[in-house]
């Protein structure tokens, strides 16, 4: 009995013992528990405040971008933030109560001489937290008027033969038998047909099969085999008169001290004008042309253009006279990228990592006949089409391909002719068996032509009679916001084209 008791009164200590100990092991499991979910807790919490804190910087580096572009709407030309010295240019955050929750640093990148472009970079940070940083990046541009393959002010005609790979828009109405990979625009409802006036046809239309029906009868606006993108009319009429550059402005631009002098700057020839010869190493070759060549007999048609002429060098010499010693043929493109010359000129050659624009203008002149002309008859090439090279002619009157020009030209260049138009004048055979006809033209950039347009002629019944028989028409998309040197734009408000966050 007495064994017997000793065995009850262990059991019943050792039961107590397994109490307590389930007791401290769920109390230590227990404690455990809730140290983790405060740790938790704490961490979320910590993380939270981390999210919020990126979070507010980030909107610190958006207002940062938000200012430097309202900024730049106040005053288009500063890059320096109102002051004189280079950046970064820090600001101070506040919250609605005035309080200073934050900073930004600005750094602007100026445009390169051409472009539009200016790169902003906004670093910011919290006051509570200012280890963590957020970095936006955004590219501001003023689009350039170049944003068409081809605009004009004028009644246009894009016959069979023609390919055009951008936008087209006139202010008047368009005929177009070619092929368009993009939109055709015209400001009016209906024109006249510039062929045959006693007929009205839609603003864009084409008799190309299946042809369009003439007003009222609706056109085929679903010709796919012309339109491969459609076509639009009416349209809001193009502020052409915008794009009529002040030459005023270019003239000055090209004047050292306030004289024209070379080379940024050509005073008349005294002759019939200047070759111009784009080197690709950012130089250009400049000779006088000393004659151009006479006009074949009966080459000259009975109605024509006062302007009219074979446009052709036909001999050329130094740039000056030969007394002028100490005169080169042989210049650097001037820094902010404008050649003015006070005369005709013909321009070819290639260019590599060149940006640069050429006007041929007489400032003042108000007698048609003497707008002084810029003329292509040889390829103008670029060496990269990544924005790098850009080659602008602004002609006062027109621009030109001449009679001697190259079977299969090409043209890398935006071309403007503010009271003329870009083409080539109708050369008939009896002008040159060789030359009045032509193969295939080439154009990389855009047209602006005050003037109706064109490089091939017909008769009639549309039978090829003189000019290019094929024209390929391609626009370039960097001019948009990299335009040539001095060119106009479209608006100064700048536009967002990139944004990224760098951290």
Same mark, same amino acid.
């Given at each position: 009995?007495?064994?017997?008791?000793?065995?009850?009164?262990?059991?019943?200590?050792?039961?107590?013992?397994?109490?307590?100990?389930?007791?401290?092991?769920?109390?230590?499991?227990?404690?455990?528990?809730?140290?983790?979910?405060?740790?938790?807790?704490?961490?979320?919490?910590?993380?939270?405040?981390? +999210?919020?804190?990126?979070?507010?910087?980030?909107?610190?580096?958006?207002?940062?971008?938000?200012?430097?572009?309202?900024?730049?709407?106040?005053?288009?030309?500063?890059?320096?933030?109102?002051?004189?010295?280079?950046?970064?240019? $820090?600001?101070?955050? $506040?919250?609605?109560?005035?309080?200073?929750?934050?900073?930004?640093?600005?750094?602007?990148?100026?445009? &390169?001489?051409?472009?539009?472009?200016?790169?902003?970079?906004?670093?910011?940070?919290?006051?509570?937290?200012?280890?963590?940083?957020?970095?936006?990046?955004?590219?501001?541009?003023?689009?350039?008027?170049?944003?068409?393959?081809?605009?004009?002010?004028?009644?246009?005609?894009?016959?069979?033969?023609?390919?055009?790979?951008?936008?087209?828009?006139?202010?008047?109405?368009?005929?177009?038998?070619?092929?368009?990979?993009?939109?055709?625009? =015209?400001?009016?409802?209906?024109?006249?047909?510039?062929?045959?006036?006693?007929?009205?046809?839609?603003?864009?239309?084409?008799?190309?099969? &299946?042809?369009?029906?003439?007003?009222?009868?609706?056109?085929?606006?679903?010709?796919?085999?012309?339109?491969?993108?459609?076509?639009?009319?009416?349209?809001?009429?193009?502020?052409?008169?915008?794009?009529?550059?002040?030459?005023?402005?270019?003239?000055?631009?090209?004047?050292?001290?306030?004289?024209?002098?070379?080379?940024?700057?050509?005073?008349?020839?005294?002759?019939?004008?200047?070759?111009?010869?784009?080197?690709?190493?950012?130089?250009?070759?400049?000779?006088?042309?000393?004659?151009?060549?006479?006009?074949?007999?009966?080459?000259?048609?009975?109605?024509? *253009?006062?302007?009219?002429?074979?446009?052709?060098?036909?001999?050329?010499?130094?740039?000056?006279?030969?007394?002028?010693?100490?005169?080169?043929?042989?210049?650097?493109?001037?820094?902010?990228?404008?050649?003015?010359?006070?005369?005709?000129?013909?321009?070819?050659?290639?260019?590599?990592?060149?940006?640069?624009?050429?006007?041929?203008?007489?400032?003042?002149?108000?007698? *048609?006949?003497?707008?002084?002309?810029?003329?292509?008859?040889?390829?103008?090439?670029?060496?990269?089409?990544?924005?790098?090279?850009?080659?602008?002619?602004?002609?006062?009157?027109?621009?030109?391909?001449?009679?001697?020009?190259?079977?299969?030209?090409?043209?890398?260049?935006?071309?403007?002719?503010?009271?003329?138009?870009?083409?080539?004048?109708?050369?008939?055979?009896?002008?040159?068996?060789?030359?009045?006809?032509?193969?295939?033209?080439?154009?990389?950039?855009?047209?602006?032509?005050?003037?109706? $347009?064109?490089?091939?002629?017909?008769?009639?019944?549309?039978?090829? +009679?003189?000019?290019?028989?094929?024209?390929?028409?391609?626009?370039?998309?960097?001019?948009?916001?990299?335009?040539?040197? =001095?060119?106009?734009?479209?608006?100064?408000?700048?536009?967002?084209? =990139?944004?990224?966050?760098?951290?």
């Amino acid at each position: 009995m007495k064994v017997e008791d000793n065995t009850k009164k262990l059991l019943k200590t050792l039961s107590k013992g397994d109490i307590l100990v389930s007791v401290l092991v769920f109390s230590a499991i227990a404690v455990t528990a809730i140290i983790s979910l405060v740790n938790w807790g704490a961490i979320l919490l910590k993380q939270i405040r981390t +999210v919020q804190v990126r979070e507010q910087a980030f909107q610190i580096a958006e207002a940062g971008v938000d200012y430097y572009r309202w900024h730049l709407a106040q005053s288009p030309n500063d890059y320096k933030d109102g002051t004189t010295t280079p950046g970064p240019y $820090y600001h101070k955050f $506040y919250d609605k109560d005035g309080k200073q929750i934050g900073s930004y640093s600005l750094t602007i990148v100026p445009p &390169p001489v051409g472009s539009t472009k200016v790169t902003i970079t906004s670093t910011a940070s919290t006051t509570s937290n200012p280890d963590i940083i957020k970095i936006i990046q955004v590219i501001l541009a003023q689009p350039s008027l170049a944003q068409y393959a081809v605009v004009a002010n004028d009644q246009m005609v894009f016959g069979s033969g023609t390919i055009v790979n951008g936008p087209i828009i006139s202010n008047r109405g368009i005929h177009f038998d070619g092929i368009a990979h993009n939109v055709i625009s =015209s400001a009016l409802a209906t024109d006249t047909n510039p062929d045959n006036l006693s007929h009205v046809e839609w603003g864009v239309w084409t008799e190309a099969s &299946p042809a369009d029906p003439t007003p009222p009868a609706a056109a085929n606006n679903h010709n796919s085999d012309i339109f491969l993108a459609g076509r639009q009319y009416p349209v809001q009429a193009f502020p052409f008169g915008s794009l009529t550059v002040n030459l005023n402005t270019l003239q000055t631009l090209s004047l050292t001290g306030g004289v024209c002098s070379p080379p940024n700057c050509w005073t008349p020839s005294g002759k019939a004008g200047y070759h111009i010869i784009l080197k690709n190493n950012n130089t250009y070759d400049i000779y006088r042309v000393k004659t151009k060549m006479t006009s074949p007999n009966n080459c000259k048609p009975t109605t024509v *253009p006062d302007r009219w002429d074979p446009w052709t060098v036909s001999s050329q010499d130094d740039p000056l006279p030969p007394n002028n010693a100490n005169m080169s043929r042989n210049y650097a493109i001037p820094s902010n990228g404008v050649i003015f010359v006070a005369d005709d000129v013909w321009v070819d050659g290639t260019v590599n990592n060149t940006r640069v624009t050429i006007v041929a203008a007489d400032v003042g002149q108000t007698d *048609p006949t003497r707008y002084r002309n810029i003329t292509i008859n040889n390829d103008l090439l670029y060496t990269n089409f990544n924005g790098n090279d850009v080659v602008g002619l602004i002609a006062q009157g027109d621009v030109n391909v001449g009679l001697q020009s190259d079977d299969n030209l090409e043209i890398n260049a935006a071309l403007v002719a503010e009271n003329g138009r870009v083409g080539r004048f109708y050369y008939s055979n009896s002008c040159s068996s060789t030359y009045y006809k032509r193969t295939n033209i080439t154009l990389n950039g855009m047209i602006a032509t005050n003037i109706r $347009y064109g490089f091939k002629w017909g008769d009639l019944n549309n039978n090829w +009679v003189g000019g290019y028989n094929t024209r390929n028409i391609n626009f370039d998309g960097n001019l948009f916001y990299s335009p040539p040197p =001095s060119f106009p734009l479209s608006s100064t408000q700048y536009q967002m084209i =990139s944004w990224r966050q760098l951290q």
